[in-house]
């Protein structure tokens, strides 16, 4: 990621998609981003997947995860966005091919009334944590768009970047001690998500990257681990470290 062009918006180059995606441009440039939308509008986005003008975003952003965000963690984020520099990046609207242009168009939910505040217990919080960071859209197997409810976590989901003509399978993370996480120990867990915290972010999907400098909070979501089912997977172990070597470890 280049630092001077930060949340400008790019086209996602990936495979099995129904369509060109292109992430859009979320500075405070007037023109090509945010810079004309008000802090409400921003949020609604993110929560209810409604863009300024009323059409419905692609659910590639996990907006219906992103509405449960406590308005507090919502507000913070949209404060965060109004400090980016705005950087003038014109891109192509998103192409979707029929018929999923006519489906999306039922995925946002509007968010009626006051969200629950976020879990004060450890387990709760770190729940809360797993939810709208997105963790089950790329760690749970999907079936025609819709995730298996036995195998929630169990990895399996398979990207294709090609670009570099590579496909990445997501791990298992739960506590499954032969194909998941089971026998990972707590300090280890924390390391794992710590240990990229000054390698750019970029490369195959997965968040470990971008959760680097999480420390609190990945305790937390090591409680949750402990919490959960386990769920046997054979064909997506846990992460190992046969990764390309400029890459963050894909197990996030």
Same mark, same amino acid.
Request: charge should be neutral; charged fraction near 25%.
């Given at each position: ?25 979320i ?20 929560r209810e ?6 059409h ?5 952003m ?61 387990s709760g ?9 997105g963790?089950a ?12 409810p036995?195998?929630?976590l169990?990895?399996?989901m398979k990207?294709?970047? $090609?670009?570099? #003509? =590579?496909? &990445? ?5 739960t506590?499954?001690?032969?194909? /998941? !996480?089971?026998k ?10 710590? $240990?990229?915290? #000054? =390698?750019p &972010? ?10 680097? /400098? !999480? ?6 979501r090591w409680r949750?681990?402990?919490? $959960? ?12 470290e ?5 890459w ?5």
């Open positions: 990621m280049v630092e001077a062009t930060r949340g400008s918006g790019q086209f996602l180059d990936m495979e099995d998609l129904p369509c060109k995606i292109y992430a859009r441009n500075t405070s440039d007037p023109e090509t981003g945010l810079g004309n939308w008000t802090d409400g509008e921003k949020i609604r986005a993110i997947g409604i863009s300024r003008d009323g419905a975003l692609f659910p590639m996990p907006y219906g995860n992103y509405r449960l965000m406590s308005d507090e963690d919502a507000e913070s984020l949209v404060a965060y966005l109004n400090t980016l520099k705005p950087v003038r990046n014109p891109l192509p609207p998103t192409e979707v091919a029929f018929p999923v242009n006519l489906l999306i168009k039922g995925a946002p939910r509007p968010v009626n009334g006051t969200v629950p505040p976020v879990p004060k217990t450890d919080y770190g729940q809360y944590l797993v939810t709208v960071g963790c859209e790329c760690h749970t197997p999907s079936e025609k768009g819709r995730q298996d036995t195998k929630l169990a990895g399996g990207f294709g970047i $090609r670009p570099l #003509n =590579v496909q &990445v399978v997501s791990a298992n993370i506590p499954d001690p032969d194909t /998941g !996480i089971g990972w120990t707590r300090e280890y867990f924390l390391e794992r998500f710590q $240990r990229h915290r #000054n =390698v &972010v970029e490369g195959p999907p997965g968040k470990t990257g971008t959760s680097a /400098g !999480i420390t609190d909070s990945a305790k937390l949750t681990r402990n919490s $959960r089912g386990r769920a046997d997977n054979p064909r997506s172990p846990a992460p190992r046969q990764q390309h070597p400029s963050p470890v894909h197990g996030g």
